[in-house]
């Protein structure tokens, strides 16, 4: 039978191509990248977990189906973009594709690096907001060392790390970085920022296409206070506009997630009010609300609810043609999520980044154009492997995704991770251990 885009939803819908199959197949076919990340994420959702994993399992089929479903508008789309709540703003996919036309000198100049030849399988679980690059990085990887084997599941931030802190894997992917009391459990973790991204507001409100929302303001709405549309600080927000009086349904997500960790963590700093009744975590008691598992349920809860609002990554929303707001940034604009606005919120931090590199970097306090929802995604490490093959691979593996794999993640809605957080990862790198030796010594 000839290979058709049908044919090839159907397999994902049902599980029946792996993750590289489904790259290999949708080269063939010619695919859009965003429509290749979201059946990514419906592939993710319905392949099998490590054996401790939970998160995620219950929701496997809807998942699918919505990713698939998705894809399948995005296929027929030549151009998919977040809808604009703010015609004044540059679009999200403009922005995206400004970003992928300029790498980094920093990510292109290890072209002529290759990765030891070395034989070994890693593990690895976490981040499902990572969780397309990471499937495109390891497809790349493979043509440099075809000898190692990368296996990474999309489980949550939260699971991510348990898997991690117990031994189930090799590495972690997350959104939100380990915890004091994490670090505990697993002594001299690294943290890798590997991606740098934007969350997303979204809305279905029937004739409202564009919308302002402050922090304070999107704070109160989360924690109930605000329950109507039309709302006073809602329409402070947005004057002159004409705002319904229907109610507005909270969604949130019901996982552990560190899409949920930057959310919250953003909420804290513009809202002392969420910062001493709820504050930040990847699993937070919300006030008010439904539950979505993993974004393809936080969006569904807000295309399938009138009046809803929730929170989604912003590669999502543009996949799902997702009504986005405007978010008031701290030096007083309102700016749409985009790569050039997470960007210039991130170069906000630049000049006070923590040894560690475990830093939220929402609402940055200079900057006419960042957004300030914005997060790194990290991969983490342990300082020390005892199969010394493990560790060779896992550090040039890191390596590539944070030089060669920028350019790549760029075509996925990602921003580039800043040079100066290069500078300082590398160094953490370079602390792997084997045997009481260093494994890896970066490039000059």
């Not at 890693?122 to 499937?135: C, K, R, Y």
Request: glycine share 8%.
């Amino acid at each position: 039978m000839e290979e058709t885009t049908e044919s090839l939803f159907k397999d994902v819908l049902i599980g029946r191509v792996s993750r590289r199959q489904l790259l290999r197949r949708a080269g063939i076919l010619g695919l859009s990248v965003p429509t290749i990340a979201a059946l990514l994420a419906a592939c993710g959702s319905s392949s099998s977990t490590p054996t401790t994993s939970s998160a995620g399992a219950s929701t496997a089929t809807t998942a699918a189906t919505t990713a698939a479903t998705t894809a399948t508008t995005a296929a027929a789309s030549s151009s998919p973009a977040v809808t604009s709540a703010s015609a004044a703003t540059p679009g999200a996919t403009m922005a995206a594709t400004s970003a992928a036309a300029s790498p980094s000198a920093a990510s292109t100049a290890a072209v002529a690096w290759t990765p030891r030849d070395v034989t070994t399988k890693l593990t690895g679980s976490g981040s499902s907001f990572v969780d397309p690059a990471m499937q495109l990085w390891i497809q790349k990887y493979k043509d440099l060392a075809p000898h190692v084997s990368i296996n990474y599941q999309s489980v949550g931030s939260g699971q991510g790390k348990k898997d991690f802190i117990g031994n189930v894997t090799d590495f972690a992917g997350t959104d939100a970085y380990m915890t004091d009391d994490e670090l505990k459990m697993a002594p001299g973790s690294l943290h890798i920022p590997v991606v740098l991204g934007p969350e997303a507001i979204i809305f279905n409100l029937s004739g409202v296409s564009s919308l302002q929302l402050s922090g304070p303001t999107l704070a109160d709405i989360y924690l109930g206070k605000i329950t109507k549309w039309n709302d006073p600080e809602i329409a402070a927000d947005n004057p002159g506009a004409s705002l319904p009086s229907d109610s507005i349904t909270v969604v949130h997500r019901s996982d552990g997630s560190g899409t949920t960790a930057i959310f919250t963590n953003y909420l804290s700093k513009v809202s002392p009010e969420w910062m001493s009744k709820v504050g930040f975590n990847t699993a937070v008691q919300w006030p008010v609300g439904i539950g979505g598992e993993q974004n393809p349920g936080v969006a569904a809860g807000v295309q399938q609810t009138p009046g809803a609002i929730g929170y989604v990554e912003l590669a999502y929303a543009i996949e799902n043609k997702l009504t986005a707001a405007s978010i008031k940034n701290a030096a007083g604009k309102w700016v749409m999520p985009s790569l050039e606005g997470a960007s210039a919120d991130a170069a906000g931090f630049l000049n006070n980044l923590p040894d560690d590199l475990r830093v939220f970097i929402t609402n940055a306090p200079t900057g006419d154009t960042a957004y300030p929802i914005t997060g790194f995604s990290w991969v983490l490490l342990r300082p020390s492997y005892d199969d010394v093959n493990k560790a060779n691979a896992l550090t040039d593996f890191c390596y590539f995704c944070i030089t060669q794999g920028q350019t790549i993640s760029q075509t996925l809605q990602y921003a580039p991770i800043p040079d100066e957080v290069k500078t300082i990862e590398l160094k953490k790198i370079e602390q792997v251990m084997s045997g009481g030796k260093p494994v890896f010594t970066a490039p000059a």
